[in-house]
DNA sequence: AAACTTGCCAACCGCCATACG
DNA sequence: CCGTATGGCGGTTGGCAAGTT
């Protein structure tokens, strides 16, 4: 069991890759596409399984990778969506462009997990919100029912949808994230020399003096490839769909697939499913360029209303993360189940629609 | 300096869903 | 419709490096 057929014809190695076996699972991937994963190794010249090959190209060969440490956004992202989605890291991964679910999931196991834990004593959720500022006691209600129906806690109703006041919590927990040193870029690993000699367009690597409080490519903008020019080895598909920006390349569609997912040579562009394309089940194919942010997906207008995205860019540039930001995203935290079991009918109050964060409110009392 | 502990993360395992003949 | 192959996902493990005693 667990085992493919592939796996069992032959020998096969298991354990670290080498340089070596990337350099050629690279070569074969980058020239014909994988196809059958099955058949890639012995193609490619590889005494691995079909299935490992695969793993190792999505895990770690894939070009568009980052392989660097995650921001305090792509944390509190994430945060965010595993209180609506749950362990569902593959999902959730779709939403952090450049990143893996098993990425995502080692990171929440390793670092988020953990923090999590030293907020124990934070209060449960209902004592967080303070609904009493604009709400009508029956409104207040169907907030709490969103508590209970998970099937209900996307409000299409405006006067649902009206601010909820959050109790702004600590800010040590996103602090943290931001400041402490699991905030360092990942070890220096043999085979990044090669990716980017073969993926010069590939995102680069963290340097120190850059991953603590900001990554320019954080997560709530579809990643964008430099407009490199690529040869002919690279395979490069007609671009025509795609437009400058900005010098960056953008599908206008504002839809995509994957190139790295779907077997097809490499693409200089990559576009991910905007979340409300799982909770709603439909999509939201709206172009990038006329679309406001009251169009895109909810989570992602809420999150930039918090890291502003300026006009016309492809993407937030700012430098670090002001003190309100740090709230809103302290809030995702604290709010969420505090069970790191959490399934995913798991849902926070902050799936629910719109917040922003009051500054009037006191803090005191149950900062950790 | 050596032994031990801890944490990270790449890789594997096992299961499920889907495609295909 | 059925059986098999394959892709994909989440859970788990083992090796390694860094930190601690």
Redesign the pocket.
């Known amino acids: ?6 796996c069992n014809k032959q020998k096969v190695k ?4 080498s340089p070596e076996e990337d350099e050629k699972l690279i070569n074969y991937v980058t020239t014909y596409g994988h196809g ?3 058949s890639v190794p012995r193609l490619a010249g590889l005494q691995r399984c ?3 090959c ?3 190209w999505i ?2 060969l894939r070009p568009d990778l980052k392989r660097g440490t995650f921001s305090p956004q792509e944390a509190a992202l994430i945060v965010e969506l595993h209180s609506i989605l749950g ?5 959730i991964a779709k939403h952090l462009p450049g990143r893996t ?3 995502v ?3 929440w ?3 988020i997990k ?1 923090r999590l834990a030293s907020l124990v004593d934070v209060p449960a959720l209902a004592s967080l919100v303070d609904v009493h500022n604009s709400k009508p006691p029956e409104e207040a209600a169907d907030f709490v029912s969103l508590n209970v129906n998970p099937n209900s806690f996307i409000l299409s109703d405006q006067r649902q949808r009206d601010q909820l006041y959050l109790s702004p919590s600590a800010s040590s927990l996103l602090q943290s994230f931001s400041q402490d040193t ?1 905030f360092k870029p ?2 220096s690993n043999d085979n990044v020399d090669l990716i980017q000699h073969h993926f010069p367009f590939a995102p680069m690597l963290p340097t120190l003096s850059n991953t603590a409080s900001f990554d320019p490519s954080w997560p709530l903008m579809p990643f964008v490839a430099p407009n490199h020019h690529l040869d002919e080895k690279h395979h490069v598909p007609n671009l025509s769909n795609e437009v400058v920006q900005d010098d960056k390349l953008v599908n206008p569609t504002g839809a995509g697939v994957n190139p790295y ?1 779907y077997g097809g040579p490499l693409m200089a562009t990559q576009t991910v499913p905007k979340l409300c394309e799982i909770l709603q089940g439909n999509l939201c194919n709206m172009p990038l360029t006329s679309v406001s942010l009251e169009n895109l997906d909810p989570l992602v207008s809420r999150l930039s209303s918090c890291f502003p995205i300026s006009a016309g860019s492809s993407y937030s540039h700012d430098m670090h993360v002001a003190p309100n930001q740090m709230e809103f995203i302290d809030t995702i935290i604290t709010s969420m189940p505090l069970s790191s079991s959490s399934s995913s009918s798991s849902l926070s109050a902050l799936s629910s629609g719109q917040y922003i964060t009051n500054p009037t409110l006191p803090s005191s009392g149950w900062d950790p």
């Open positions: 069991m667990g085992h493919h057929s592939c298991r354990g670290l890759w059958c994963w099955s079909g299935k490992s695969r793993l190792r895990n770690y362990n569902r890291w593959a999902q679910d098993n990425e999931k080692n990171f196991n390793s670092s953990k699991d990942n070890p997912e």
